[in-house]
């Protein structure tokens, strides 16, 4: 076995996915919690991006980030089963990463704008005509902005919860077709070595 997965980004992957299972949870029913919860998964994205340009080997990205053409011809193999196994992130998974990096960077950006109003001062020229009334007010009374800002959030928690989803089916998959478990090398950091039409 071999180290791949070093403790910077395991401690990112299970912190993001608690930081945003927690916040799901919290969303109507604590709203102190929720919004802490949102600032820690902010730092973690933070943490991934400045860990995925300085970090080792395999979490940089640009050791596994692939373009487009990649992509589908990974996702066209896998539809087929022929596709290869890669010790770091395949390019599927490499697009997932950045999927869901985004996603949730839009997610805590809006919460943050959302905590205080006057955080919104640029959104009305962009947002409010297209959610105000006639006095200036959202449908539930917000200020200018803040009913588009919560449509935009509850959208990129929605996407979120859609790319997890994915995520995780795709991680079932790719444990079945390579015979290794890809949930516990993310706990213990290890994988097997590049075999023969490995990607190392």
Known sequence: MIRVWDPVVRFFHWGLAACFAL??????????????????AA??????????????????????VRGPGAVVAYLRDMATGRERRYVGHNPAGAAMIVALLLSMAGTAWTGWLMAEPE?????????????????GEGEHG????????????????????VLVVLHLGGVALASMRHRENLARSMVTGLKRPAEPGDVA
């Open 119 to 135: 955080r919104q001062v640029l959104l009305p020229a962009i947002v409010a005509p297209a959610f105000a009334d006639e006095d």
């Open 43 to 64: 730092a973690l994205v933070a943490l991934r991006v400045v860990w995925g340009l300085t970090g080792s080997h395999y979490a940089r990205f640009a050791q596994f």
């Open 142 to 161: 917000e200020g200018r902005g803040d009913g588009a800002v919560e449509e935009v959030h509850e959208a990129l928690a929605n996407l979120m919860l």
């Open 23 to 40: 916040a799901w949870l919290t969303a109507e029913e604590v709203q102190g919690a929720h919004e802490w919860l949102g600032y820690a």
